[in-house]
C-alpha cells in the first residue's frame, strides 16, 4: 500500500511540473509576479512532495538519511527532518549534516537535478 502512496506523490510532483511548463503566458522581457509566485508554489510542491516520498520510504522500512533521524521520534518531527532534507536536496545547498543513503541516494539525485534545472526553466519562461 505503501508503494502506491509514493507513485501517487510521483504522479503530482511530475503533473505539477508539467503544468508549470506548458502554461502559454507570456511576459517577454518584464518580470511577471504570477510568474515568480507560481515558480515559488512549484518549488514548495516539489520540497513537499518529495519529503513525503521520503517520509513514507522510511515508513516501509528503507533507512533514509545517515543519522538514521527517520527511524525515531514523533511522525511530525520525522516529517519535519524530511521536510528539511529535502528543501536543502532541491535548493541543492547540501550543508552535509544529513545526507542519503542507499535507495534514498537515487531519489536525491533526481531531487537535486530538478532544483538544479527549474531556475533555469524558469528564466527561459520569463524571457521567451
Known amino acids: 500500500m505503501e508503494y502506491i502512496e509514493i507513485m501517487i506523490v510521483i504522479l503530482i510532483v511530475f503533473i505539477s511540473v508539467l503544468v508549470y511548463l506548458k502554461s ?9 509576479s504570477e510568474l515568480f509566485a507560481a515558480f515559488l508554489i512549484i518549488y514548495f510542491i516539489l ?3 518529495f519529503s513525503i ?3 513514507l ?6 533507512t533514509v538519511l545517515s543519522d538514521m533521524s527517520l527511524q525515531y ?10 521536510f528539511y532534507f529535502s ?13 542519503p543513503i ?3 541516494r537515487f531519489v536525491s539525485l533526481v531531487e537535486a537535478a530538478v ?10 519562461k520569463l524571457i521567451k
Open 102 to 104: 542507499g535507495v534514498a
Open 73 to 82: 521520534g514523533t511522525a511530525v518531527d520525522r516529517f519535519l527532518r524530511s
Open 24 to 32: 502559454n503566458r507570456r511576459t517577454r522581457g518584464a518580470f511577471s
Open 115 to 124: 532544483g538544479y534545472l527549474l531556475p533555469a526553466a524558469f528564466l527561459y
Open 47 to 49: 520540497m513537499l512532495g
Open 87 to 99: 528543501g536543502v536536496t532541491l535548493m541543492t545547498v547540501g550543508y552535509g549534516d544529513i545526507y
Open 53 to 55: 516520498i521520503y517520509f
Open 57 to 62: 520510504m522510511s515508513e516501509i522500512g528503507f
